[in-house]
């Protein structure tokens, strides 16, 4: 089954460049948004923090009030 599936994406790739070309622009956005995301969660996470009257410890990654 492995090797069916293998073989029916390259003769796809292969017969259509444009499919390729989406392909790989869905990926790299993909990748784009998860890392945005990840670098972005401590942003959130220290503002939603200082927002509500706290202090955010940055050691122990937790808002102490």
Same mark, same amino acid.
């Given at each position: 089954m492995n !090797?069916?599936?293998r073989t029916f994406v +390259? @003769? +796809?790739f292969a017969k259509n460049h444009?499919? !390729?070309l989406i392909f /790989? @622009?869905?990926l790299l956005? /993909? /990748?784009v948004i998860g890392l945005t +995301?990840? !670098?972005n969660s401590e942003f959130i996470k /220290?503002?939603?923090c200082?927002? @509500? &009257? &706290?202090?955010?410890?940055y050691e122990q990654g937790l808002c102490e009030y």
């Open positions: !090797k069916f599936l +390259a @003769s +796809a444009r499919l !390729k /790989v @622009s869905i956005l /993909v /990748v +995301a990840l !670098k /220290v503002d939603t200082l927002d @509500s &009257g &706290g202090r955010f410890n």
